[in-house]
């Protein structure tokens, strides 16, 4: 199938790369030329686990080009959206400035008979709005919203191997033509058993919105027990492993700890709250508001602890931050705890010292102020306190025996409860969780 994906993002870039990948011949889109110059040249714009070998190999087969030039994807059968909804800047509703541009862009482009299936995350009502500008007569084109649900991290497993498929279509025949199109396009998911459901276009948005509240909710549930757990001295991390073996409730997203960021939940779970406020609902879902600050409470908690291992002030006091990226296994500083409770720690004068395995340069450009050290023993080296925020396996696999001969004062933080509090304090370390004796 002829596939062009508009927006070489993170998603847009995965999905091209990953449709290529299943056979089909995509063209993928973007505005950035330099983001454009990276990937023809096959070089990944962003980490992101295997996409490197898949990018050479789509290239390599001829089955994936990437340009700036939207008339390259005139031709196409099916043509994804998958540009950016940013938070808009002073507010909490979703910017969707890209997603307006990007489907006119390709309206003007698109053939006769071709589909439009938007991917980008949306406040509920896009799709329709955006049907409305189709045109109303004739052989037309066509509009699905079919949501991503891809981790940062595990993005090129997620696509191609998705835990479920879910197509918003119009009602009728053209909305079955229009499923059975993607089913084409997903057909080795769709041949394994992918469950796939078949839907309006308000619920795929919502689907997509209320999956991510979903999880940023269990993860404050998590951290508010955790806050709990702390003045009970009670331990987080039994009671999550407790309450986990409940098949209803499930283990995974109960880490508590610095808490979420990214470029997704943090501002979808705010856009979600803003676009029920328009509706007329904002009391109904006025409780993520609170999941936002429970959140944003887990990156001063770390400060706070910091401060108190200190003895009441960080001023001047050499602190090695371990991980910048809001998870590990990228290199995505968006909205990074880590990052940011780097900078709380700058801003009271602390001596910070930041490393990750892969998210330093994009840290750097967003703050020059602080200092960036590559290698971990040498970021370890005269630390006065050692703040783990961002659980990277070479963190986790720290000898704490040989980790005491570097630093100057053996005093750990442990802000996403990675490490074995037992086996660091045996080594002489003074040990801090999160919500753990
Ligand atoms: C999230 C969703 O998990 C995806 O399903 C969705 O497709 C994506 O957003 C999106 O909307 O594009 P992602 O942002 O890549 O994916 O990251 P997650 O793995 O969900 O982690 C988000 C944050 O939660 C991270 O900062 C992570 O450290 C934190 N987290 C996760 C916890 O603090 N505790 C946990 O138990 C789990």
Redesign the pocket.
């Known amino acids: 199938m002829k596939i062009s994906v508009i927006g070489c993002g993170y998603?847009g870039a995965v999905h091209a790369v990953a449709m290529a990948e299943l056979g089909h011949d995509v063209v993928g889109v973007d505005v950035d030329a330099d983001r454009i110059a990276l990937l023809a040249d096959g070089k990944a714009p962003f980490f992101e686990p295997e996409l490197d070998q898949l990018l050479e190999r789509g290239l390599a087969s001829g089955r994936l080009q990437f340009t700036t030039s939207p008339t390259s994807a005139a031709d196409a059968d099916v043509h994804f959206l998958a540009v950016g909804t940013p938070q808009k800047p002073g507010a909490h509703a979703a910017d969707l400035t890209y997603v307006d541009a990007a489907f006119a862009t390709i309206l003007g482009v698109a053939k006769s008979g071709s589909l439009i299936v938007g991917k980008s995350?949306v406040p509920v009502g896009t799709a329709q709005r955006l049907a409305a500008q189709l045109p109303a007569h004739g052989e037309t084109v066509s509009l699905a919203w079919n949501p991503?649900?891809?981790?940062?991290?595990f993005a090129i497993k997620d696509t191609l191997e998705p835990d479920r498929l879910v197509y918003g279509v119009v009602a009728g025949d053209q909305g079955r033509e229009d499923a059975e199109r993607l089913d084409a396009v997903y057909h080795a998911a769709i041949s394994t058993g992918t469950p796939r459901i078949v839907t309006d276009y308000a619920t795929s948005e919502l689907v997509k919105v209320s999956?991510?509240a979903f999880?940023a909710t269990k993860?404050s549930f998590i951290n508010a027990i955790s806050e709990i757990a702390d003045v009970a001295g009670a331990d987080i991390t039994a009671l999550a492993d407790a309450i986990g073996q409940d098949a209803r409730i499930g283990r995974r997203?109960?880490?508590a700890?610095v808490?979420?960021?990214?470029?997704?939940?943090p501002k979808?779970i705010r856009a979600f709250a803003a676009r029920a406020e328009e509706l007329g609902k904002g009391s109904s879902l006025a409780f993520l508001n609170e999941v936002d600050a429970i959140n944003l409470r887990q990156r001063q908690r770390v400060v706070d602890l910091a401060v108190e291992a200190l003895g009441g002030s960080v001023n001047e006091r050499r602190i090695v931050i371990l991980g910048v990226s809001?998870?590990p296994n990228s290199d995505d500083v968006r909205d990074s705890?880590a990052l940011d409770v780097a900078v709380q720690l700058k801003g009271l004068g602390a001596d910070v010292v930041a490393t990750d395995p892969e998210g330093i340069e994009n840290a750097r450009r967003r703050h020059p102020q602080l200092s960036y050290v590559p290698s971990l023993r040498d970021a370890l080296r005269d630390a006065e306190l050692v703040v783990l925020v961002t659980e990277w396996q070479e963190y986790r696999d720290i000898d704490p025996r040989d980790a005491s001969s570097l630093v100057a004062r053996p005093h750990i933080i442990d802000g996403r409860n990675a490490l074995d509090p037992v086996r660091w304090r045996a080594s002489g370390w003074t040990y801090r969780g999160m919500g753990r004796p």
Not at 148 to 153: A, C, I, K, S, V
Not at 259 to 265: E, I, K, R
């Open positions: 998603l995350t991503e649900f891809l981790r940062e991290g999956a991510n999880l993860i997203f109960l880490n700890g808490g979420f960021g990214g470029g997704c939940l979808d809001f998870k705890p």
